[in-house]
């Protein structure tokens, strides 16, 4: 008999299973998938991390998270300064003396934010969506070309209709900083996240190729209690109706050449390009190879966001109003299933950044695991 069986190698689940057995218990690990990680797993393709399931850099301004970590992962200096494509015009983000300075020729602090003061204006009061929120942080022109596309693409909801938040997790600097995160910590575990994970879960059981929800009787005959790390609404077998969720397909293809856009992440913010962005891999650890060679060739992904449905990997939880009720009534079940523990991006439906995803298992092991 297992004291915790966890469903889902990825970051929630393998802190857990690391945690419980620091402490002493017996625990099992299952997933679905034939990997560990979840979504922040990576491979090696043509001596690059090619980060499977989207592109993933860790920050955070939690230095508990970060030095716990540290255990398990040596972290690089790469640092987030994707590169906004409007129609062949670059632009830096997140929005910066840079961003500004393309946008509308200022050059100095006090012109650009007369600029955004005069565009603003349209906005009165507290702004009461996405599209509401962008106008009044860094004005019309920007949101129309910067903002307006590839939310609308990401989300594929019209930008009125999207709540203010998802715009607030990107700076607005009237500084010459490209840094996309105000992170005090920031980085990519050297060797991929794949390695950091496995050392997570060194000489933990893990069983692949298991969907718990497709055997549950079996699996919880094998544990006093569960970790579930998967889709809240497929627990419940979608008896309140579906949660929604994005999903992202990508197309990845090998190049032949040693460098394709120079950097890891472009944005395509019009509205006419179909992908959302184009990420190139090899950037995350600076085009070399772990002895610190250059790498000859080069992979890249064009990341297209779609509606999830059924057979889809969930990767966005949709967090508007109607999806937050009906989870807030899932939750209400949840709370009822004592032998249960529900967590993570999946089984909280949070749009949690990696951080908050360690900070809240290492809260809930407190907790749990005496
Ligand atoms: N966003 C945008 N233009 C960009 C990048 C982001 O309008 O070039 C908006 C978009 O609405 C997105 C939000 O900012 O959903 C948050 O972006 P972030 O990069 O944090 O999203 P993630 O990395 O989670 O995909």
Same mark, same amino acid.
């Given at each position: 008999?297992?004291?915790?069986?966890?469903?889902?190698?990825?970051?929630?689940?393998?802190?857990?299973?690391?945690?419980?057995?620091?402490?002493?218990?017996?625990?099992?690990?299952?997933?679905?998938?034939?990997?560990?990680?979840?979504?922040?797993?990576?491979?090696?393709?043509?001596?690059?991390?090619?980060?499977?399931?989207?592109?993933?850099?860790?920050?955070?301004?939690?230095?508990?998270?970060?030095?716990?970590?540290?255990?398990?992962?040596?972290?690089?200096?790469? +640092?987030?300064?994707?590169?906004?494509?409007?129609?062949?015009?670059?632009?830096?983000?997140?929005?910066?003396?840079?961003?500004?300075?393309?946008?509308?020729?200022?050059?100095?602090?006090?012109?650009? !934010?007369?600029?955004?003061?005069?565009?603003?204006?349209?906005?009165?009061?507290?702004?009461?969506?996405?599209?509401?929120?962008?106008?009044?942080?860094?004005?019309?022109?920007?949101?129309?070309?910067?903002?307006?596309?590839?939310?609308?693409?990401?989300?594929?909801?019209?930008?009125?209709?999207?709540?203010?938040?998802?715009?607030?997790?990107?700076?607005?600097?009237?500084?010459?900083?490209?840094?996309?995160?105000?992170?005090?910590?920031?980085?990519?575990?050297?060797?991929?996240? +794949?390695?950091?994970?496995?050392?997570?879960?060194?000489?933990?059981?893990?069983?692949?190729?298991?969907?718990?929800?497709?055997?549950?009787?079996?699996?919880?005959?094998?544990?006093?209690?569960?970790?579930?790390?998967?889709?809240?609404?497929?627990?419940?077998?979608?008896?309140?109706?579906?949660?929604?969720?994005?999903?992202?397909?990508?197309?990845?293809?090998?190049?032949?050449?040693?460098n394709f856009q120079g950097n890891a992440a472009m944005n395509y913010t019009d509205r006419e390009t179909?992908?959302?962005?184009?990420?190139?891999?090899?950037?995350?650890?600076?085009?070399?190879?772990?002895?610190?060679?250059?790498?000859?060739? +080069?992979?890249?992904?064009?990341?297209? !966001?779609?509606?999830?449905?059924?057979?889809?990997?969930?990767?966005?939880?949709?967090?508007?109003?109607?999806?937050?009720?009906?989870?807030?009534?899932?939750?209400?079940?949840?709370?009822?299933?004592?032998?249960?523990?529900?967590?993570?991006?999946?089984?909280?439906?949070?749009?949690?950044?990696?951080?908050?995803?360690?900070? !809240?298992?290492?809260?809930?092991?407190?907790?749990?695991?005496?």
């Amino acid at each position: 008999m297992y004291d915790y069986l966890v469903v889902g190698s990825g970051l929630y689940g393998s802190i857990f299973a690391r945690e419980a057995t620091n402490k002493g218990y017996k625990v099992l690990v299952i997933d679905k998938r034939n990997n560990v990680g979840g979504n922040i797993y990576t491979e090696k393709v043509e001596g690059i991390n090619f980060h499977k399931y989207g592109a993933h850099i860790f920050h955070t301004n939690n230095t508990e998270v970060w030095n716990y970590l540290q255990q398990y992962a040596v972290f690089n200096r790469f +640092t987030n300064s994707p590169v906004a494509n409007y129609k062949g015009e670059l632009y830096s983000l997140p929005f910066n003396m840079y961003t500004f300075n393309k946008m509308w020729g200022v050059t100095t602090p006090e012109e650009a !934010s007369a600029k955004i003061e005069e565009q603003r204006k349209e906005i009165s009061g507290e702004p009461q969506n996405l599209e509401e929120q962008a106008i009044s942080l860094v004005g019309r022109d920007i949101y129309e070309k910067l903002i307006k596309g590839y939310t609308e693409k990401q989300w594929g909801r019209d930008c009125k209709d999207l709540p203010a938040f998802i715009i607030k997790r990107l700076p607005v600097r009237l500084t010459f900083d490209n840094n996309y995160f105000n992170a005090l910590y920031q980085g990519i575990p050297i060797g991929g996240y +794949t390695k950091m994970i496995e050392n997570i879960l060194d000489d933990i059981e893990v069983r692949f190729g298991e969907d718990y929800l497709e055997n549950r009787d079996k699996w919880n005959g094998l544990a006093k209690k569960v970790v579930y790390t998967g889709p809240i609404d497929a627990f419940f077998c979608y008896k309140l109706g579906t949660l929604e969720y994005r999903s992202v397909r990508f197309e990845n293809e090998v190049l032949d050449i040693p460098n394709f856009q120079g950097n890891a992440a472009m944005n395509y913010t019009d509205r006419e390009t179909p992908w959302t962005r184009i990420i190139e891999h090899k950037w995350f650890e600076f085009g070399k190879d772990e002895n610190g060679n250059d790498l000859p060739k +080069t992979i890249i992904s064009r990341e297209y !966001s779609s509606e999830w449905k059924p057979g889809d990997e969930p990767y966005y939880p949709v967090n508007d109003e109607k999806n937050g009720k009906r989870y807030a009534a899932y939750k209400e079940l949840a709370d009822r299933e004592e032998k249960v523990i529900f967590g993570g991006r999946l089984g909280e439906y949070k749009y949690y950044d990696m951080d908050a995803t360690v900070a !809240s298992v290492l809260e809930k092991c407190k907790g749990e695991l005496k």
